[in-house]
């Protein structure tokens, strides 16, 4: 008989059993790798920043670089196959819907969606702004005799043409390109979302033997992507590690510790903003938040990681496809629109920043002032690039429109890399909530599912146990009938 011991876990079999869990556990588990990379990460990025002090500034600046390798490898294989993948994703989303009609629904939702969720997340920042009055705590004359009355802000990244006379040449004009593969090939993901919209509608208005061609190429494009995607997956916990690495020791622990309130406000507001999806996903959706957590939490690590909607895209369409259930013509429409004009997060932060900045230099907003500032956030965040650190040119231009200094944005730009991280995950989390919400108006059930129903329908198994029981039963009547006779 064998004997267990209370500390049996410390024998050779014990040993090598927990290794192999724990191998194993590491090797399914993409979310608790990346977990891990960040947290060796940040503490690397302690001991060799600032905060720290054991190594040179110089050198510890040098150091991350090179840490940051991979990182670096990482975010290029992405955004390298971005805009294809974009471009593909969503003529085959729209060009998969049955009719016009269908394409028309689904369309004028999920736009309809984006925009009210958008105004309600500018509302809830600048609500939870002014019930905390975060910027209470600092004094506008300190910053404005630090680094002057104004803070250069490049704007170019948004291609604005603030003159009121050629607003609707330019608004067009950056809408819809000239040349289709110019916007291709320089990364204007509005336009090639439009562009990619307009042909996805003609698709469907083809009679399926014109259209097949093109959706093969497109299905094939698709594919090499999402190898690609699958390629830069293994590299993932490396780069968060090489990344986290660099801003810890770059932004060093101070700068989160002296904007302490206006960090907690704007992260306190992004949590209420993921409770109000968790329960749309409950209500609308019909689907539990628990599971859509446990569903999205790779995703979400990663956007917090890399900063960046549009370079998480391609695993957005793979977990609302295979983890959530979501039909491809959903995901394949509504990931790569949202990544682009979704911006839930990035319209939340708007609404912080602005009303923290007006309380610091002693500027009062009223209530036209506000909805200014709401507008503002919400068309600002449609449209603008998903890359990272694109919130402060966005912010610049809804401090000019009510009147705030931009000097302030030098204050709030030291926490900005940690609030980017922040806000990107809540974006990409309000895009899976998209797709989930219009997979349930749309039908809600994929095509893999509908076949199983179908078959379950038609060929319904009978246990082999009835036909025995019945069986038995018959020849029980029969012999009861026979001794009677």
């Given at each position: ?89 969503i003529i085959l989303g729209v060009a998969s819907s049955q009719s016009m009609s269908a394409l028309k629904k689904t369309g004028v939702s999920t736009a309809i969606y984006f925009v009210i969720t958008t105004a309600i997340a500018a509302a809830i920042g600048l609500g939870m702004a002014l019930y905390i009055h975060p910027g209470q705590f600092i004094s506008g004359d300190l910053i404005e005799s630090a680094m002057g009355s104004e803070v250069q802000v490049d ?331």
């Amino acid at each position: 008989m064998r004997i267990y011991y209370p500390l049996d876990f410390r024998r050779n079999n014990s040993l090598k059993t927990l290794s192999n869990q724990l191998r194993d556990l590491l090797e399914k588990k993409l979310w608790l790798k990346i977990l891990i990379g960040m947290g060796l990460g940040i503490f690397l990025g302690l001991f060799l920043g600032p905060f720290g002090g054991y190594v040179d500034p110089a050198y510890a600046e040098i150091i991350s670089e090179w840490i940051a390798i991979p990182g670096y490898i990482f975010l290029g294989l992405l955004k390298m196959i971005v805009v294809p993948l974009v471009f593909a994703s969503i003529i085959l989303g729209v060009a998969s819907s049955q009719s016009m009609s269908a394409l028309k629904k689904t369309g004028v939702s999920t736009a309809i969606y984006f925009v009210i969720t958008t105004a309600i997340a500018a509302a809830i920042g600048l609500g939870m702004a002014l019930y905390i009055h975060p910027g209470q705590f600092i004094s506008g004359d300190l910053i404005e005799s630090a680094m002057g009355s104004e803070v250069q802000v490049d704007t170019s990244a948004l291609n604005i043409d603030t003159s009121i006379l050629t607003l609707p040449a330019s608004l067009i004009g950056g809408l819809l390109p000239s040349n289709p593969l110019g916007a291709l090939a320089s990364g204007e993901m509005l336009q090639v979302v439009i562009v990619a919209i307009i042909i996805g509608i003609a698709l469907v208005s083809l009679n399926k033997e014109q259209s097949t061609p093109m959706v093969g190429v497109l299905n094939s494009v698709q594919a090499v992507c999402m190898t690609v995607v699958k390629w830069s997956m293994s590299l993932a916990p490396i780069a968060v590690f090489g990344l986290l690495t660099k801003f810890t020791i770059k932004l060093g622990i101070e700068a989160l510790l002296g904007m302490m309130v206006y960090v907690g406000t704007v992260l306190a507001s992004l949590l209420l903003l993921m409770c109000l999806n968790l329960l749309i996903v409950s209500v609308v959706a019909r689907y539990n938040p628990f599971k859509f957590l446990k569903a999205i939490r790779d995703v979400m690590l990663l956007a917090f990681s890399t900063s960046s909607s549009a370079a998480v895209m391609p695993l957005s369409i793979k977990t609302a496809e295979e983890k959530l259930g979501v039909k491809p013509s959903i995901s394949q429409f509504v990931v790569p629109l949202g990544a682009t004009v979704n911006m839930n997060g990035t319209a939340l932060y708007q609404g912080v920043a602005t009303v923290f900045l007006a309380e610091v230099f002693g500027i009062e907003l009223g209530p036209f002032q506000l909805l200014v500032v709401m507008v503002m956030a919400v068309a600002a965040s449609i449209g603008t690039p998903s890359i990272p650190g694109v919130g402060i040119v966005v912010l610049a231009l809804i401090l000019n429109s009510v009147g705030i200094p931009t000097s302030g944005i030098a204050l709030i730009m030291g926490v900005d890399r940690i609030l980017d991280m922040s806000r990107t995950a809540v974006n990409v989390a309000g895009d899976l909530v998209a797709c989930k919400v219009m997979n349930r108006l749309g039908g809600g059930r994929t095509a893999e599912q509908k076949a199983s129903e179908i078959a379950e329908v038609k060929v319904e198994k009978v246990p082999e146990d009835k036909f025995e029981d019945k069986a038995k039963a018959n020849k029980d009547i029969t012999a009861s009938e026979s001794s009677n006779t």
